[in-house]
């Protein structure tokens, strides 16, 4: 077995989240309201290629690389904060990578250098900005570097996502 298959097995093995109707994660959000999520595949286990096991490996080592340099310097923050939205009768789950007093920091390890936002990410980051009302930065890392953008929260956009999740949770519920 290959390094690359080994990390496939452990990151497929790890990464199904346990999906419960009302449940949602901020994270996959824009697959909900983008309609790529139907609610009749919601219990379907996600496939993630050999490809994709590496970039979330490569994530989470930079996740962790970071909480380890954050702890050393005794840099004030909480690692893997969690909270949850209610809105009507479901919640959506926020589990952001760092938060600061002033800000909230969520990494991604992108296989292509990004000069924006990525448009997979905004549902996510106005998730977090709507659970703990402070600034959102995603930080894309890359192999030669990072680089990191303020999420420019909007309300309208809030809505959107809110009624598309509603619509979602309605007919996940009527299967």
């Known amino acids: 077995m290959t390094i690359k298959q080994i990390i496939h097995k ?23 309201v983008s309609g790529k999520l139907k609610p009749k595949d919601f219990f379907k286990p996600k496939k993630i290629d050999e490809e994709g096991a590496w970039n979330i490996f490569f994530g989470v080592v930079l996740e962790e690389g970071l909480r380890n340099v954050f702890e050393q310097q005794e840099v004030k923050c909480e690692f893997q904060a969690k909270k949850e939205i209610k809105i009507d009768d479901f919640v959506i789950v926020c589990k952001a990578d760092f938060k600061f007093s002033d800000r909230i920091i969520e990494m991604k390890a992108p296989l292509r250098e990004k000069n924006e936002i990525s448009s997979y990410h905004i549902a996510q980051a106005e998730a977090y900005f709507r659970a703990w009302g402070l600034p959102v930065y995603l930080m894309y890392f890359m192999r030669n570097g990072y680089r990191q953008f303020l999420y420019k929260t909007n309300q309208s956009y809030w809505d959107f996502i809110v009624k598309e999740v509603k619509k979602f949770d309605k007919k996940l519920k009527e299967l």
């Open 10 to 32: 452990h990151i497929t093995s790890q990464e199904q989240k346990n999906r419960e109707v009302g449940r949602y994660y901020a994270s996959e959000l824009e697959d909900i």
